[in-house]
């Protein structure tokens, strides 16, 4: 019986990646639009894709930004500079795009903009402090896809949406997981939808990984800012013991991260150009062997060992 098994799993195994492989037709007259193409993830993917012959539409939030990705690819890499939090500039650039791809459709839809702080205790935070985040992380995402989603329908192309595993498990507070948990659901329905009309939707699901918006002095300065605004009576409540160790907590976690980011940009890119790609795309040791699994396990369970490790504020029960 267990022979059996292992034959039948090593045969859904060896078709799946007999099928993962066939790789999608004309890849150089194909266009494929990135967010936040300045740094990180978004950039190192429009390279590679640069590399593999796509016609890559890159948006940038600064000139400078979008001047050093020019100097590092093709020609055939063209920049145009986006603002995710604005709808007269993503207005400007969907027609960009628009202009650009004419009656071909926009193949690929690369959702990669985002910013991770601030993150802190919700008690701390403001509701204006949850729309820094939520505004580029999600909103942006929804007003950006809905700008260039008759483009990628017309191409029967690919939607490709940067999640996180702090969409499947929180362990701060703030805005972040909430919108990444928000990408997950927004991606579920537009793959529903979409499926109809060939267009395929992937999430790209990220452990912890060393990108610009993730040192160790951004995380510092994040927390600092917030309990320094944080009220009075919070601040007696949670204490400044509280603040050191969750200072030091936030200061440990990029120790953890992986600088490999083609990780995820060979996610990005296996979505964008496989015949068949997956619904979502796990990147990073962390993500695999512990966020993931964690994710599945009983609340109680779960809610036991985040209470057990977690920093405990001065006035606890």
Same mark, same amino acid.
């Given at each position: 019986?267990?022979?059996?098994?292992?034959?039948?799993?090593?045969?859904?195994?060896?078709?799946?990646?007999?099928?993962?492989?066939?790789?999608?037709? $004309?890849?150089?007259?194909?266009?494929?639009?990135?967010?936040?193409?300045?740094?990180?993830?978004?950039?190192?993917?429009?390279?590679?894709?640069?590399?593999?012959?796509?016609?890559?539409?890159?948006?940038?939030?600064?000139?400078?930004?979008?001047?050093?990705?020019?100097?590092?690819?093709?020609?055939?890499?063209?920049?145009?500079?986006?603002?995710?939090?604005?709808?007269?500039?993503?207005?400007?650039?969907?027609?960009?795009?628009?202009?650009?791809?004419?009656?071909?459709?926009?193949?690929?839809?690369?959702?990669?903009?985002?910013?991770?702080?601030?993150?802190?205790?919700?008690?701390?935070?403001?509701?204006?402090?949850?729309?820094?985040?939520?505004?580029?992380?999600?909103?942006?995402?929804?007003?950006?896809?809905?700008?260039?989603?008759?483009?990628?329908?017309?191409?029967?192309?690919?939607?490709?949406?940067?999640?996180?595993? @702090?969409?499947?498990?929180?362990?701060?507070?703030?805005?972040?997981?909430?919108?990444?948990?928000?990408?997950?659901?927004?991606?579920?329905?537009?793959?529903?939808?979409?499926?109809?009309?060939?267009?395929?939707?992937?999430?790209?699901?990220?452990?912890?990984?060393?990108?610009?918006?993730?040192?160790?002095?951004?995380?510092?300065?994040?927390?600092?800012?917030?309990?320094?605004?944080?009220?009075?009576?919070?601040?007696?409540?949670?204490?400044?013991?509280?603040?050191?160790?969750?200072?030091?907590?936030?200061?440990?976690?990029?120790?953890?991260?992986?600088?490999?980011?083609?990780?995820?940009?060979?996610?990005?890119?296996?979505?964008?150009?496989?015949? $068949?790609?997956?619904?979502?795309?796990?990147?990073?040791?962390?993500?695999?062997?512990?966020?993931?699994?964690?994710?599945? @396990?009983?609340?109680?369970?779960?809610?036991?060992?985040?209470?057990?490790?977690?920093?405990?504020?001065?006035?606890?029960?």
């Amino acid at each position: 019986m267990w022979l059996y098994l292992a034959v039948l799993v090593g045969l859904y195994y060896l078709l799946r990646w007999y099928r993962e492989r066939q790789v999608v037709s $004309h890849l150089r007259d194909k266009y494929v639009f990135i967010t936040g193409c300045d740094s990180g993830f978004g950039n190192q993917l429009a390279r590679q894709l640069d590399l593999r012959g796509l016609r890559v539409l890159a948006g940038c939030l600064t000139e400078q930004g979008a001047e050093q990705l020019r100097a590092k690819t093709s020609d055939r890499l063209e920049t145009v500079i986006l603002d995710v939090t604005q709808t007269e500039s993503i207005t400007a650039a969907a027609q960009w795009v628009k202009d650009r791809v004419g009656d071909r459709g926009l193949w690929g839809l690369v959702n990669n903009a985002g910013v991770s702080v601030p993150l802190a205790p919700n008690e701390w935070l403001t509701k204006q402090d949850f729309m820094k985040l939520l505004n580029v992380n999600l909103l942006g995402v929804v007003e950006v896809t809905l700008s260039l989603l008759a483009l990628v329908r017309k191409a029967r192309g690919r939607l490709v949406n940067v999640a996180s595993v @702090m969409g499947r498990l929180t362990v701060t507070g703030g805005g972040y997981s909430i919108s990444k948990y928000g990408i997950e659901a927004f991606s579920d329905s537009l793959r529903r939808e979409l499926s109809f009309f060939g267009v395929k939707v992937a999430i790209i699901e990220p452990g912890g990984f060393r990108t610009g918006m993730t040192s160790k002095d951004v995380y510092s300065r994040n927390i600092l800012a917030v309990w320094d605004k944080a009220n009075p009576e919070v601040k007696e409540v949670y204490g400044v013991k509280f603040l050191e160790t969750y200072k030091k907590f936030l200061g440990y976690m990029p120790k953890l991260y992986s600088s490999n980011l083609s990780s995820v940009t060979d996610c990005m890119e296996h979505a964008l150009t496989s015949c $068949h790609p997956r619904t979502r795309y796990s990147a990073g040791w962390d993500a695999k062997l512990i966020y993931l699994p964690m994710s599945y @396990m009983p609340t109680a369970l779960l809610d036991t060992i985040m209470y057990l490790y977690s920093p405990k504020p001065a006035k606890a029960v």
